[in-house]
């Protein structure tokens, strides 16, 4: 836009039409980094969301394991009593 407006504007008013061009791209700039980092830290927000409950359910899923192997050793050695103490 400043180069189709430069041509038309005096010489002496042209320095104050950049300057003031350049502050209107500076302004935009600044509102367009803010937005920009609004929308990086809710896509933080939502990834560390996301990495929580998976890792939750990791969690979960390994005890639920752990409670398995443990009912099967006990059922086991319940076993190898009842050989040890039947008389057989």
Known sequence: RINQD???IPTDEKTAAIMQWM???IDKMDH???AHH???KEGVTLLELALWKAKLAEKEEN???GRTKKVKLDA???RKEKRITCGA
Do not use: G, T
């Open 63 to 65: 005890s639920a394991e």
């Open 23 to 25: 502050d209107s791209v």
């Open 6 to 8: 430069l041509p038309n």
């Open 32 to 34: 367009y980094k803010a």
């Open 38 to 40: 609004r929308y990086v």
């Open 76 to 78: 086991e050695s319940v």
